[in-house]
Each structure stands twice: as C-alpha cells, then as structure tokens.
C-alpha cells in the first residue's frame, strides 16, 4: 500500500512538473492578435488657405499612413487620390498635381494604412470645405448689373491696369476657353459693358492684365424681357434717340422698349398707330425719362387703338410754364391713352386737346405719381368744344402741385377716381372737376381717396377750392373719402353728395410724413383711412 502511494506521487509530481514546464514555453511564444485600425478622425474641422486645404487628423501608432481621396461633387467621382505618411498636411499643388480650384467645395475622406492591407480601416469621410475666394479687386455683379443680353464689369484700380474681359462657360472650370473677349481701353477705366450673352444662362466673367487673371465672378443673366417683330428695342443705344425718328418704321401695336435712366426725346412724334412704351432692363434702377419738349401730336386723320406709356418718366426742363405730354392741335380718334406706374411732372399739362375735332374714349392714369403741373392739369379739353373724351379714370395714384385736376367742356359718359392721395390740387379758388360748357357726367364716382388742401401758388395759408364740381347734370357716387382739416370749400353748393367725406382732425402735416416732398406716407397711425384710403403704396398695413 505504502508502494502504491508513493508511485502514485510520482506521477502527479510529473504531470506538475508537465504543466510548469508547457506554461513556460507559452510565454516564450509572441500571443498578439491583429486586429482593424481604427477609422481616422480630425483634431480639427477642416479649413482652407487660399485655394490649399488643411487637415489635421488624430495620430495613429499602428497607421503607417493614409490614403486621401478629395471629391467635389460627394465622391461620385473622386478629384484626387494620394497618400500621406503624417496626420497633419495640406492638399495642394504638391501632392495633387495641379492647384485646386478657387472659391470650391470640397469633400476629403481618408482610410488608415496597416503593413497588412487586410487591416486598414474603414474609410472614413472627414467632411467638407470651401476653399477660399481669389484675391480680386473686381466687384461682385448685383441685379442692376445683369440684364438678358448684356452686363456690367467693374473693378477697383489696383496693381497692373485692367486691359481685357473673357467670358466663359460654367463647366470651364479652369478658365482655358473663352466664350467671348472684349478689350478695355484707356488706363483709368473702371468698369465695362460686356454683350453677345444670352438670356437665362451662367457665365464666369473674368478681368485680366494681359494674360494674367485678375479675378472672376458668376454672372447669370435674367430671362430674355420681350422679342417679337412688333418690338423696337431702344436699349443699349449710348447716342440720343429722337423717338419721332426711331419710330418712323413702327407697326401697329408695337412695342416701344426703352432703358432705365437714359432720355430720349419726344421730337414732336405724332402718333397714327397704336403703340407701348415700356421700361426695359437697366444698369439703373432710375426710369426711362421722355423729353417732351416737342410734345406727342395725332397725326391728322388718324385712328388709333391705344397709347400707352408704362413704367416712364415724362417731363421736360421749363415744362411747368409750357409743355405737355399730349398737345393735340389734330382731328382723329383714339381708343385710349394710359399712363401707368409712371412718373409725370414739371409740365404745364399732361394730356390736352386745343384743336381739331376727335374722340378720346377712354384716359387713364393708373399707379402714378404726378406732381407740379401748371394750368393745364392732368386732362384739359377746354380750348373748344369739339373734342370729346368718354371716360376718365384716374387710380390709385398720387398728384401733388397741380394747378387743375381735370377740365373739360365735353360731356363724359364716365369718371372714376379711386384710391387716390391729392394735396395741393388743384390751386385755390378753381374747381376740383372743372366744366366750362355746360358739362355733363353719367355716372361719376370718386371713392377712397384723401384729400389735402388747395395749392397757394405764393406760398400763403389760402387753400380754400371753390368747390368740387360746377354742373349739377351728374351722378355723383363718393365712398370712404377722408379730407385733411385744411382743405375747404368757398362755396358747399358746389360739392357733390358723400364729398369731402370725412374730415381728418390734424393738417395735411400732421398726417402725412413729409408731404412738401412729395412723402405720403401716413405717419398718424390713428387716422381712420389708414388702411384702405388714399394712394395704396402710402397706406399703414391692418
């Protein structure tokens, strides 16, 4: 038995001594397991210097560099691929190859690199990054600075004279094909009118000194403004233009297109077709101006459809003392003549018949402000009695400093004035609606409207109107009109029902912002008409 147990020692003794010795070579043995590399990430947001990214990423021990892949279009296709053996570089010329591109987003991912490609890391995307805009001393075009078919290059001097301007396709990104070039002369000049561009569509505009660029900016010009065979385009033209000239080729119904800021002169045209005169696209947001100097006429005979004038300045230097839009000495007839959205002032009137036998069968003003018009006012058929106008409608319009309103001695089938703001209008002592001969009205409405007081052309404090109409032949319908409380009638039998309406508890300057030049703007936000009286661009929003 004693045998037994000590044979049995031995053995477990050895089989100790078994294990001790396997442990120890185990731990001679390398036990490492390998294993993915982390996915990069940045110690910072990517930034740019000038047209070079930077990109600092974290450190990685077991990395033995990264792969960089640069997109701009979120890696369906990939710009540039390199590899870097530090976290922290920059992505330019010297590891793409070529200059990256100015004033670009970029994206940027980057994949750690492990001695056994099986373990390099997920990719990772390490975002986005504009690079920064080319120093430039050319300036960054605004609506005023595009039209359809032409645009306007400007810069500051600064360094080597600007002496060229090339025009490219937007998917030229590197600037290497000029679509168009123009030269610039003269050393001193600062800007230039660039043309042959079409209508919708993206350009780079690019100034250079000789070949060398000196900056670039995105030009996208605006939809084409109108075409047709019927269509005069006057813009774009730097000599005068007589319209009585330009206009010797014109078809009926045409349209007249003129340019924001430049004038050009009525020449004494005498209308025997219908016609549109419109404000076309502009370097300036000033409208065209017409010189009525030699007033428009009807060529004797004639018949006509409709003259129009919208978004125009009509006036002439001295015209308060002499001169008119229309000055019709001709027998002929006209469906209408329309002034809207236009600017009329400094004439002695705007539209007047004084010969002749016709018919007008409809005037209106509509979205106009009218201001210093002398005797003759906004419509004057008061020299004879042969020429007839229908219907008048002035609207949602504001006249100031007009001697008359509107004179006739014709009956009129019509008269609408809506939505109107008059001050100074017409002069103390006359009529607001004058008739000379025995004038009858149809059916007469004005609704609306506010009225300050009567213009004292010496500048004293009378402002009384004798009254508002002079025949009692008409249908007189007055809604919502308010008048200031200095605007007055000598004689109430020459009102009409409904009219003045009421009356505001304060001076045309208590209500009204400036009104001396020309602000309307209701400034007393207590006044009742506020909202819904009076000229629409000067109301208070309920």
């Known amino acids: 038995m004693k045998l037994i147990n000590n044979k049995f020692k031995g053995i477990l003794l050895l089989f100790v001594l078994g294990l001790v010795i396997a442990y120890s070579c185990k731990e001679d043995e390398d036990t490492s397991v390998e294993f993915r590399l982390f996915q990069p990430v940045l110690n910072e947001e990517l930034s740019s210097v000038n047209n070079s990214i930077i990109v600092n990423m974290g450190k990685m021990k077991r990395a033995n560099g990264y792969a960089i892949e640069v997109s701009r279009d979120s890696f369906k296709t990939v710009d540039y691929s390199f590899q870097v053996d530090t976290n922290y570089f920059v992505i330019d010329e010297a590891l793409t190859g070529e200059e990256l591109l100015w004033f670009t987003i970029y994206q940027v991912q980057a994949t750690a690199i492990s001695e056994d490609p099986q373990y390099n890391s997920y990719t990772t995307q390490l975002g986005s990054v504009r690079t920064q805009k080319f120093p430039s001393n050319m300036g ?27 025009v490219f396709a937007m998917d030229d990104i590197r600037l290497t094909s000029p679509l168009l070039e123009f030269d610039v002369a003269g050393e001193n000049q600062t800007e230039a009118i660039i043309n042959g561009l079409e209508p919708s569509t993206s350009y780079q505009v690019a100034i250079f000194s000789g070949d060398q660029i000196r900056g670039w900016e995105v030009y996208t010009t605006r939809e084409a403004f109108i075409s047709g065979d019927n269509v005069i385009d006057l813009t774009g033209i730097s000599t005068e233009v007589n319209l009585a000239d330009a206009l010797s080729g014109a078809v ?144 949602n319009s504001t006249i100031s400093r007009a001697e008359r309103f509107v004179a006739t001695m014709s009956n009129i089938n019509t008269v609408l004035v809506d939505g109107c703001t008059g001050n100074d209008c017409p002069k103390n002592g006359t009529i607001l609606f004058y008739g000379f001969g025995g004038t009858t009205i149809n059916d007469a409405v004005i609704s609306n409207c506010i009225w300050g007081r009567g213009w ?50 304060g001076t045309i300057n208590d209500l009204w912002v400036d009104p001396a030049n020309n602000d309307f703007n209701i400034k007393d936000s207590g006044f009742m008409g506020k909202g819904d009286a009076g000229d629409p661009r000067w109301r208070i929003g309920l």
């Open 140 to 166: 960054v075009p605004t609506m005023f600075d595009v039209l359809d078919t032409r645009a306007r290059v400007f810069w500051i001097p600064s360094g080597a004279t600007i002496t060229n301007i090339k």
């Open 456 to 505: 004292d052309l010496t500048g004293g404090d009378n402002h009384a109107l004798l009254g508002v109409f002079y025949k009692v032949s008409a249908s007189w319908t007055a809604t919502n009109n308010y008048v200031t409380n200095d605007f007055s009638l000598q004689y109430a039998s020459l009102g009409v029902s409904g009219f003045p309406g009421a009356v505001y508890d």
């Open 252 to 395: 009926d119904g045409g349209i007249v297109v003129l340019e924001g800021g430049k004038t050009y002169l009525a020449g004494g045209y005498a209308f025997d077709k219908s016609l549109t005169f419109m404000s076309g696209y502009s370097f300036t947001p000033a409208l065209p101006v017409i010189d009525c100097s030699e007033n428009f006429n009807l060529a004797d005979g004639s018949s006509i459809g409709a003259v129009h004038f919208k978004q125009i300045e009509l006036t002439a230097p001295g015209g308060f003392e002499s001169k008119y839009v229309f000055n019709i000495d001709k027998s002929g007839s006209i469906e209408e003549i329309k002034f809207e959205s236009c600017k009329i002032h400094h004439l002695k009137g705007i539209t007047r018949a004084k010969e002749g036998t016709g018919v007008l069968n409809k005037y209106t003003i509509d979205d106009c402000l009218i201001d210093s018009i002398s005797a003759s006012g906004l419509l004057s058929i008061d020299v004879v009695n042969t020429w007839v106008c229908n219907n008048i409608v002035v609207q």
